[in-house]
């Protein structure tokens, strides 16, 4: 099923997790693709590892998103898919909400995300597909995620702006919100690895599915609405969360 042949793709954050998922599946469409992230080491491991093209680019920089766009102009020309993915979560109380955890989630989930837009639009097709992974929590009350859930609702309001705004150009922006998904991104919070684990059974009891989402039940969706296959789906948010949207007080 080669919906996405001959297409030109960037994930943001693609070296892990969701975004690696993801750059897996657009590939296996046909699509070429582009992935990003912090570390030369782990942009390179995983870029091989998928035979896809790696480019270290850290969306707390707006220059760094410069020189990823002139990249990617350079090695590839134009871009018909953006999976704007690359994130953070780092859990904190009210009461111990730093300036750090504040600076570092919003730097990176909504600045970050704000701008990899603004910075790629002038390189996108008409009728390219915007993808912004966001999350369930921005409609949460879970304790210990208030900025990082904050950072998500940003997102998702900017999605629909961005989608009213863009459609001239045909430009479809969508929102994706998983639930709890097994990725490497828990192990990076400072968490040991036993309040992980006790974490993931309290969440996974509230899953009416009764399991964790996998990095490829979000990378599916992603292939689907970047294919021509959703080109009436703009504006639109999609929670891919086994139902604990439904109902997260089910036991
Ligand atoms: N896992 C979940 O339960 C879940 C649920 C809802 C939403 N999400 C969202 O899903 C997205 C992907 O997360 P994941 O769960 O797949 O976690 P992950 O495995 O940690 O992947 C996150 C990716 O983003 C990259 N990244 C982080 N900061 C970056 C920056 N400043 N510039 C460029 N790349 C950066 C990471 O690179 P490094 O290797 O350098 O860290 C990594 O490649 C995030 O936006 C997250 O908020 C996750």
Redesign the pocket.
């Known amino acids: 099923m080669n919906t996405l042949q001959g297409k030109v793709a960037v994930v ?9 998922a993801s750059a897996a599946k657009l590939k296996a469409r046909g699509a070429n693709v582009i992935i ?4 030369e080491e ?1 942009v390179g491991k ?1 870029a091989a590892e998928l035979g896809v093209t790696g480019i270290v ?4 920089s707006l220059s ?1 998103i410069d020189n990823l766009v002139n990249q990617v102009k350079e090695s590839h020309g134009n871009v018909d898919v953006l999976f704007v ?5 780092i859990p904190a109380p009210i009461g111990q909400i730093t300036e750090e955890i504040y600076d570092a989630q919003f ?3 909504f600045k ?1 995300a704000v701008f990899t837009t603004e910075k790629f639009l002038p390189i996108l097709n008409d009728g390219a597909s915007i993808i912004n ?5 921005a409609y949460t009350g879970m304790p210990n995620t208030a900025i ?1 859930a904050a950072t ?1 609702a940003a997102l998702n309001s900017f999605t629909r702006t961005a989608a009213t705004e863009l459609a001239p150009r045909k430009i479809r922006v969508n929102a994706i ?10 192990g ?1 919070t400072g968490m040991s690895e036993e309040q992980i684990n006790g974490l993931a059974q309290v969440m996974q009891q509230r899953v009416p599915l009764k399991r ?2 996998q ?1 490829e039940d ?1 990378a599916n969706l992603v292939a689907f609405l970047a294919s021509d296959e959703a080109s009436f789906i703009t504006g639109s948010e999609y929670n891919v969360d086994g139902g604990m949207n439904v109902n997260p007080l089910l036991s």
């Open positions: 943001t954050g693609g070296n892990s997790g969701i975004g690696y990003t992230g912090r570390s782990r995983a680019a850290d969306v707390i760094a993915n690359a994130g953070i979560f730097g990176i989930n970050g992974l966001s999350s369930i929590n990082y998500k919100n998983p639930g709890p998904t097994e990725t490497p991104i828990f990076k964790f989402g990095p979000i």
